[in-house]
């Protein structure tokens, strides 16, 4: 009897700790590292295979990648790649291919818009996944009809974009090790679940609306893979999905099954300040949301409106009143240097952070990222580093909201002393840097 074939699910190592997954390439932060969420998706559709995940943010030694590799010896792999990293990730990959004649296919930011001539290009690929969601990576090692991928045929180049459902099977939690994942206000071990793929918004600065209609995986599979969680000892889960609340009766079938079957889970999830009402509300508290994450962007409702958001400023703080009233958190999410942003703009979002009732707000510098609409629409040809302005905004706009009174008590929101002290890095880095910029307010 022949043996299963050895696949290898990588996250390549590179000279810091990088996170590839879901098209958008983020540093590993002192407050945060997630789980590859890619790799775990793939993992559920590669059932009869040998399977190994290598994560190079958690593991990021080129020595241990070298043992892993020697002693796996890999048949196949399923790379991430991201722009940041792409020369060392690229080098890493043909050395795999020279050393073990493995299959290679790539998954990332990078293959977005030009997936057939960046397979061209690089002739050790055998493969690229354009939607991290697809089963054509398993496909095409079981030699079954390949229905959403770009593959190398001989000579040929060949594509399909069928895309078919979201039903693999519960990806292996197992194979990671999850004591060394944990968000800003959770220490491990959590989980990452997908229950949907896409977004209905439109967002110009985002890379969701490019992935189609949004796509749903069957409520009683999600309920297993929390399942499978779950009797592992884990009790907390992060919903990775880009607007969990965006099919309400879906959403509430989904709760009522945690809450039924999983007392004592602990969630969070992406989430939008609509569709929300309070039986949706009193349902999230009854299956144990603790955090939701809202995407508000900016404190402008014109700039709003440019960017394509689906919701008003105005609907914000209603939304946050009743997530409030059920014992739910709110993290705010804000982008600064975006193109067509005003100085009115940015004096905006400092007046609404001042006023407004998030627990926890998170601000990220514009770029222009690939396979978004801002991009196509004529952005430079790499994302660069964001400006002295720009930075000195994301100080500012910071400083004006921890500075409140009323938020000092919330600022220590990590779960012990052990991981406050992973964040002084992290910490000491903004204290340098504000060193830099004129005091707060000059700008304002």
Not at 257 to 266: D, E, K, L, N, V
């Given at each position: 009897?022949?043996?299963?074939?050895?696949?290898?699910?990588?996250?390549?190592?590179?000279?810091?700790?990088?996170?590839?997954?879901?098209?958008?390439?983020?540093?590993?932060?002192?407050?945060?590292?997630?789980?590859?969420?890619?790799?775990?998706?793939?993992?559920?559709?590669?059932?009869?295979?040998?399977?190994?995940?290598?994560?190079?943010?958690?593991?990021?030694?080129?020595?241990?990648?070298?043992?892993?590799?020697?002693?796996?010896?890999?048949?196949?792999?399923?790379?991430?790649?991201?722009?940041?990293?792409?020369?060392?990730?690229?080098?890493?990959?043909?050395?795999?291919?020279?050393?073990?004649?493995?299959?290679?296919?790539?998954?990332?930011?990078?293959?977005?818009?030009?997936?057939?001539?960046?397979?061209?290009?690089?002739?050790?690929?055998?493969?690229?996944?354009?939607?991290?969601?697809?089963?054509?990576?398993?496909?095409?090692?079981?030699?079954?009809?390949?229905?959403?991928?770009?593959?190398?045929?001989?000579?040929?180049?060949?594509?399909?974009?069928?895309?078919?459902?979201?039903?693999?099977?519960?990806?292996?939690?197992?194979?990671?090790?999850?004591?060394?994942?944990?968000?800003?206000y959770w220490k491990p071990p959590f989980?990452?679940?997908?229950?949907?793929?896409?977004?209905?918004a439109k967002c110009r600065f985002c890379?969701?609306?490019g992935w189609g209609r949004p796509r749903?995986?069957?409520?009683?599979?999600?309920?297993?893979?929390?399942?499978?969680?779950?009797?592992?000892?884990?009790?907390?889960?992060?919903?990775?999905?880009?607007?969990?609340?965006?099919?309400?009766?879906?959403?509430?079938?989904?709760?009522?099954?945690?809450?039924?079957?999983?007392?004592?889970?602990?969630?969070?999830?992406?989430?939008?300040?609509?569709?929300?009402?309070?039986?949706?509300?009193?349902?999230?508290?009854?299956?144990?949301?603790?955090?939701?994450?809202?995407?508000?962007?900016?404190?402008?409702?014109?700039?709003?409106?440019?960017?394509?958001?689906?919701?008003?400023?105005?609907?914000?703080?209603?939304?946050?009143?009743?997530?409030?009233?059920?014992?739910?958190?709110?993290?705010?999410?804000?982008?600064?240097?975006?193109?067509?942003?005003?100085?009115?703009?940015?004096?905006?979002?400092?007046?609404?952070?001042?006023?407004?009732?998030?627990?926890?707000?998170?601000?990220?510098?514009?770029?222009?990222?690939?396979?978004?609409?801002?991009?196509?629409?004529?952005?430079?040809?790499?994302?660069?580093?964001?400006?002295?302005?720009?930075?000195?905004?994301?100080?500012?706009?910071?400083?004006?909201?921890?500075?409140?009174?009323?938020?000092?008590?919330?600022?220590?929101?990590?779960?012990?002393?052990?991981?406050?002290?992973?964040?002084?890095?992290?910490?000491?880095?903004?204290?340098?840097?504000?060193?830099?910029?004129?005091?707060?307010?000059?700008?304002?």
């Amino acid at each position: 009897m022949s043996r299963p074939k050895r696949v290898l699910l990588l996250n390549p190592t590179y000279h810091r700790p990088l996170m590839r997954d879901t098209f958008h390439p983020t540093s590993k932060s002192a407050l945060y590292i997630w789980h590859p969420l890619d790799l775990l998706i793939q993992s559920g559709y590669l059932s009869g295979f040998d399977v190994r995940i290598h994560d190079g943010v958690v593991d990021n030694s080129r020595a241990s990648l070298e043992r892993t590799l020697a002693e796996f010896a890999p048949d196949a792999v399923l790379s991430l790649v991201a722009f940041p990293s792409l020369t060392s990730d690229l080098e890493i990959l043909e050395g795999i291919k020279k050393r073990y004649g493995s299959t290679i296919f790539a998954v990332g930011d990078v293959t977005y818009g030009e997936r057939e001539a960046f397979l061209a290009r690089h002739e050790f690929l055998d493969g690229i996944l354009a939607d991290y969601t697809s089963r054509g990576f398993a496909q095409y090692l079981r030699g079954e009809p390949i229905r959403n991928a770009i593959w190398r045929d001989g000579d040929r180049i060949c594509t399909e974009s069928t895309h078919e459902p979201m039903d693999y099977a519960t990806p292996r939690h197992d194979l990671l090790d999850l004591s060394a994942y944990y968000l800003p206000y959770w220490k491990p071990p959590f989980g990452s679940v997908y229950s949907s793929h896409g977004c209905p918004a439109k967002c110009r600065f985002c890379v969701a609306p490019g992935w189609g209609r949004p796509r749903f995986r069957d409520t009683e599979a999600v309920l297993d893979e929390v399942g499978f969680l779950y009797h592992r000892g884990v009790r907390k889960v992060f919903f990775r999905d880009g607007s969990f609340n965006q099919s309400p009766p879906r959403m509430a079938r989904l709760l009522e099954g945690i809450a039924a079957r999983y007392p004592g889970m602990r969630l969070t999830t992406w989430f939008k300040p609509k569709p929300l009402d309070a039986p949706m509300a009193k349902l999230m508290q009854a299956a144990g949301f603790e955090f939701v994450h809202i995407g508000v962007e900016t404190g402008s409702p014109r700039f709003l409106r440019e960017l394509g958001k689906d919701f008003a400023l105005e609907e914000v703080e209603p939304g946050i009143d009743l997530l409030h009233r059920n014992g739910v958190k709110v993290v705010g999410h804000f982008m600064v240097g975006l193109p067509g942003e005003r100085d009115e703009d940015y004096r905006l979002t400092l007046r609404y952070l001042s006023r407004t009732r998030l627990d926890i707000v998170s601000f990220s510098a514009f770029e222009y990222s690939y396979g978004i609409k801002m991009r196509n629409e004529g952005g430079p040809a790499r994302p660069d580093h964001p400006d002295t302005v720009t930075r000195r905004r994301l100080y500012h706009l910071m400083a004006r909201f921890y500075a409140r009174p009323d938020r000092w008590p919330r600022i220590w929101f990590f779960e012990d002393l052990a991981h406050v002290a992973a964040s002084v890095p992290r910490i000491a880095r903004y204290a340098a840097d504000l060193r830099l910029y004129p005091r707060f307010g000059e700008i304002a």
